[in-house]
């Protein structure tokens, strides 16, 4: 009996995976790390609910590490198959991955350090050699061609408009002679965004299974390069410093793309403008070298000449250690751009705990915060940040950009969902929240009286029934 089973990305935004079985074969799509919660990110340690050596392939929506972080856990623990991924989510996930591996190796000696593990020493949850042996198995596929993985499952990649390589999955279940269209959206992008295309309809599913990380709201109409603009201007007016904790991926290169549109209109003034993240840095080269995923709009302002559109006129690349520490010497007026976007780690802490007791500063968090992060403690307005084992006074100005998210929000999702000619047997909301989910549930029903279900963990059903 063919089979899709919801391992992740229910009841939360994080730990993509979804088992698809079909005539003795197991294909997943997806294979996304739990964060937040101390109850989710358990499940990060115990072995996935399959023995991982029963899995024949994996297959990739995108590179975020909500749905590609466990690979090197799920390598480790004996998957031996292929992983399909197109070229630029391929490449993105030799950045991601092997940076995700550092993070847990840096985490397991903070563990040991501080004596908070079970295990003495404290264990990370795999290793830079267990992301490389993840790698290896990567095999790459076409960036919107169909493709045939065996005679249960043919792919057909369509582009979500979220980040670079971002994809919904069409995948053709075929079992006994029965066959079956379930699309995966993966994580649905925005539409007349800079730099990457629309998310592109899809036609025909029996099944679909939709994200709904924002199911519930609308994000702001108002202009992000107007809203921009007056931070920028205000904190400048009064000699401050401008912190941006940013997602090195997609929100990073959004960002700088509108500063420079900005000072080439005149808008704000150029300023020097600090891209404190490696990551970030490398990931900017990805978004210019794969044009496949271009808007016409950001291809025609390439064309240009002597446009560089992701960068703005001083810009300042720190990849070492001690160029990132010489910011803390600049007391004018610039930008500093660095990860994480959520403040759970990485450069920017260092930067928040230098700009955050200056009331000239300003911080613009310009994504969304998780529960239970900094990011999300500076956004409900605390008064005090713990960074580092230290409190650190909140007196920089907090403003929040919300019209940059990379996910589609209600109506976009519902515009989305329109694209297809019929209404699917049903459809698995997902990747949300719950209160989110249900709420797109009541949206989708009252605006397109489809049959709905927002699944829970471990639910399963028959795709071919």
Not at 69 to 75: A, D, F, I, M, T
Not at 418 to 444: E, I, M, N, W
Request: with cysteine; glycine share 8%.
């Amino acid at each position: 009996m063919a089979k899709i089973t919801f391992f992740g990305a229910v009841g939360t935004v994080t730990g993509s995976k979804y088992l698809v079985e079909a005539g003795g074969k197991r294909l997943l799509v997806d294979c996304g790390l739990f964060q937040g919660a101390k109850a989710l990110t358990q499940r990060n340690w115990d072995r996935l609910p399959v023995d991982p050596a029963t899995i024949d392939w994996i297959v990739l929506t995108h590179a975020h590490i909500d749905h590609t972080g466990y690979l090197p856990r799920v390598v480790r623990d004996g998957f031996r198959g292929p992983i399909y991924a197109n070229a630029a989510t391929r490449e993105l996930c030799e950045l991601l991955l092997t940076d995700s591996a550092h993070l847990q190796e840096e985490d397991a000696l903070y563990a040991t350090k501080k004596g908070y593990s079970s295990h003495k020493p404290a264990l990370p949850l795999y290793t830079v050699a267990d992301a490389q042996a993840a790698l290896q198995r990567f095999q790459e596929i076409p960036r919107k061609d169909p493709f045939t993985i065996s005679p249960q499952f043919t792919v057909k990649p369509t582009d979500a408009g979220h980040i670079l390589g971002s994809s919904s999955l069409q995948i053709t279940i075929t079992e006994n002679g029965k066959s079956s269209v379930v699309v995966f959206s993966g994580d649905v992008g925005r539409y007349n965004q800079p730099i990457l295309n629309d998310p592109e309809p899809i036609a025909k599913a029996d099944y679909i299974l939709c994200e709904s990380t924002y199911g519930d709201r609308d994000h702001p109409k108002d202009s992000p390069y107007d809203a921009i603009a007056a931070i920028v201007n205000r904190v400048v007016k009064r000699g401050g410093v401008i912190v941006i904790p940013a997602f090195a991926v997609g929100r990073t290169q959004t960002l700088m793309y509108i500063l420079r549109q900005l000072e080439e209109r005149q808008q704000i003034p150029k300023l020097p403008t600090y891209i404190d993240s490696p990551m970030a840095i490398n990931v900017t080269g990805l978004y210019v070298r794969h044009k496949e995923d271009h808007s016409l709009q950001f291809t025609r302002e390439e064309q240009t000449g002597n446009r560089d559109p992701l960068n703005v006129h001083e810009v300042h690349m720190t990849r070492t250690p001690q160029e990132s520490k010489q910011i803390n010497s600049v007391v004018t007026p610039c930008i500093i751009m660095s990860a994480s976007g959520m403040c759970t780690g990485g450069r920017i802490l260092h930067h928040l705990a230098r700009r955050l007791p200056d009331a000239k500063n300003a911080i613009i968090l310009a994504g969304y915060q998780g529960d239970g992060t900094l990011g999300r403690h500076l956004q409900e307005g605390a008064k005090v940040a713990r960074i580092h084992g230290q409190d650190i006074p909140v007196r920089a100005e907090i403003t929040e950009v919300s019209q940059f998210s990379a996910h589609a929000d209600r109506g976009e999702l519902i515009r989305w969902l329109s694209g297809f000619t019929a209404p699917p047997k049903q459809l698995y909301l997902v990747h949300g929240d719950p209160p989110a989910a249900q709420a797109f549930r009541g949206t989708v029903q009252q605006q397109l009286h489809w049959p709905v279900t927002v699944p829970a963990y471990l639910d399963s059903f028959d795709p071919l029934a």
